[in-house]
């Protein structure tokens, strides 16, 4: 890219707008154009073109547009397209201008810049394609919980001892009741038969006592057994199947 002076008046023309419709144009251009050549000094091009833009707006000088172009040169290779335009637009408007070798070496230089600006602009304005949608897996059946079997066995020994036990307590009762009667009555020349017959009583409630209360006993115990090994194989139930993996969540699903 071939490089302007550092000196302002050969980087930039400084030439003043034509007369406008009013003074008051002419004024505001002349102000608009001194701010331009205040930032081209200062290397402030993108406020330096804006205010030679604004000038030229305001009073159409051919100057304006060289200006305007140097300033867009300056802010690089993204600004190429309208340094291009606007060096194009200052040799339309003064064909024989003094510096147009210099301009038409800029604008040679500037073409490349700006048909690979313009290409990457054209890239980037193209509509993107919409975003295709993300199958979402379908939701598996829910397990449904398995039944849970009743333990009769534990619940039948425990009703057997509880029976055998009632009748125990029975004979018991009984067997005092004839003791306290006999007692009363007879004593001492009761049959010995009447005594052993209540002793057995007492003997064989007070055994079935025994065997009814322990029966009651192993089958509390086997039931709470049985429901603790049960327990690990109904929350292994309700567990996915090896392999089956779970539904994504929609916060998962992203669309690209």
Known sequence: MAMASSQVPSAIAQDKPPSASSSELRE?????????????????????AS???????LAPAPGLLFNLAQAHRGRGPTACPEALDAYRAYLRA??????QKYVEEQIRDTEPCAAAESQRRAVLARPEP?????????QPAPL??????????????????AAAAAVGIGLTVSAVSTHGQLEDTCK????????????TREEVGIGLIAVGSAAIVGGAVWWITAELRRSPQAASGARAAPGHKAAWPPSAVVAW
Not at 39 to 45: E, K, L, V, W
């Open 51 to 57: 205010a030679f833009q604004q000038a030229y707006d």
């Open 130 to 138: 919409p975003p295709q949608p993300v199958p979402v897996p379908a």
């Open 28 to 48: 505001r251009a002349r102000a608009m154009h001194r701010q331009g050549v205040l930032a081209y000094q200062a290397h402030r091009y993108d406020e330096a």
């Open 188 to 199: 001492p020349t009761c049959a010995p038969a009447q005594w052993e017959g209540a002793e």
């Open 144 to 161: 449904r919980p398995q039944a849970r079997a009743v333990p009769w066995m534990p619940i039948a020994v425990s009703g057997l001892g």
């Open 94 to 99: 003064e064909p024989n201008a003094a510096n």
